[in-house]
Nanobody, 116 residues
Framework: QVQLVESGGGLVQPGGSLRLSCAAS????????MSWYRQAPGKERELVAH????????NYADAVKGRFTISRDNAKNTVYLQMNSLKPEDTAVYYC?????????WGKGTLVTVSS
């Protein structure tokens, strides 16, 4: 079955960096676009970044443009989110998502806390 497992979250000071990973299994990873979402306490889940199946096309939320970079390694079935210049408002649970046909698949998330 489809599985998405996020890792790499943690506590970081403002201005710091983290790299999140999402390991995928149970489907042909290289055929599908992937996305990162986040949900802050008391807020709705929001799209952070999206990458096409081959990695040639990426899109970002305005709030993270210039600071975050999404990438993928189809040989490793993994999508990454490099997060630089982190701000307290980036604090959230970060989720990996893949849409296959009519189904949406989500990981369980990894918590990122930006605080001094």
């Amino acid at each position: 079955q489809v599985q998405l497992v996020e890792s790499g979250g943690g506590l970081v000071q403002p201005g710091g960096s983290l790299r999140l990973s999402c390991a995928a299994s149970g489907f042909t990873f290289s055929r599908y676009a992937m996305s990162w979402y986040r949900q802050a306490p008391g807020k709705e889940r929001e799209l952070v970044a999206h990458i096409s199946s081959a990695g040639a096309s990426t899109n970002y939320a305005d709030a993270v443009k210039g600071r975050f970079t999404i990438s993928r390694d189809n040989a490793k079935n993994t999508v990454y989110l490099q997060m630089n210049s982190l701000k307290p408002e980036d604090t959230a649970v970060y989720y990996c998502r893949c849409g296959i046909g009519r189904m949406d698949y989500w990981g369980k998330g990894t918590l990122v806390t930006v605080s001094s």
